[in-house]
Antibody, heavy 122, light 111 residues
Framework: QITLKESGPTQVKPTQTLTLTCTFS??????????VGWIRQPPGKALEWLAL???????RYSPSLKNRLTITKDTSRNQVVLIMTNMVPVDTATYYC??????????????WGQGTMVTVSS | QSALTQPASVSGSPGQSITISCTGT?????????VSWYQQHPGKAPKLMIY???KRPSGVSNRFSGSKSGNTASLTISGLQAEDEADYYC???????????FGGGTKLTVL
């Protein structure tokens, strides 16, 4: 059974850097084909894909946020970390990490974490 | 503005069928069979309902089905039930960013 859980600060100040950790179980990010992604959702708004990291350390970023995002993995600790710099109030959102579906579904997330709400405010 | 276009809301009565559309372009929905649909209840994480246009994950009711024609994908829910009331999001692979984009979401109301 695959599970994921996000952790990090609930509030950051404008211009600060946000660091979120996704701790997962039920799979290994060192196994061929595995990948974990980050998606966010501002209050009352749509989902927005942010970043993805593959088992071979290949990385993908949303073009609109690429300059502010860094995704890394620690396979020994079963964790994926997302760093977002220069936070602004419009970055206020629930941030989800999710497992990419292995069987088919090139860009499908089959298991999601519960999400963590981050507020950007001074 | 979201890259995939969905109607803001749809509604239906219990037992009826409804269809939610998801319109993209030739760079995403029109060229790839990598469309997914997610259901999201208030305050909950999204749940995968359909992937690869027509496939249902294990445990998802067969009342949910997906299809695609040209640049538009569709999610159909038959035998509408009160528990189906939720937000629904489509997603597709896009060659423009070599990963996924989401639709703006559709609120389904069961009357």
């Amino acid at each position: 059974q695959i599970t994921l859980k996000e952790s990090g600060p609930t509030q950051v100040k404008p211009t600060q850097t946000l660091t979120l950790t996704c701790t997962f179980s039920g799979f290994s990010l060192s196994s061929n084909g595995e990948a974990v992604g980050w998606i966010r959702q501002p209050p009352g708004k749509a989902l927005e894909w942010l970043a993805l990291i593959y088992w071979d350390d290949d990385k993908r970023y949303s073009p609109s946020l690429k300059n502010r995002l860094t995704i890394t993995k620690d396979t020994s600790r079963n964790q994926v970390v997302l760093i977002m710099t220069n936070m602004v109030p419009v970055d206020t959102a629930t941030y989800y990490c999710a497992h990419r579906l292995m069987s088919g579904g090139l860009t499908t997330f089959d298991v999601w974490g519960q999400g963590t709400m981050v507020t950007v405010s001074s | 503005q979201s890259a995939l276009t969905q109607p803001a809301s749809v509604s239906g009565s219990p037992g009826q069928s409804i269809t939610i559309s998801c319109t993209g372009t030739s760079s995403d929905v029109g060229s790839y069979n990598f469309v997914s649909w997610y259901q999201q209840h208030p305050g909950k994480a999204p749940k995968l309902m359909i992937y690869d246009v027509t496939k249902r994950p294990s445990g998802v009711s067969n009342r949910f089905s997906g299809s695609k024609s040209g640049n538009t994908a569709s999610l159909t829910i038959s035998g509408l039930q009160a528990e189906d009331e939720a937000d629904y999001y489509c997603s597709s692979y896009t060659s423009r960013i070599t990963f996924a984009i989401f639709g703006g979401g559709t609120k389904l109301t069961v009357l």
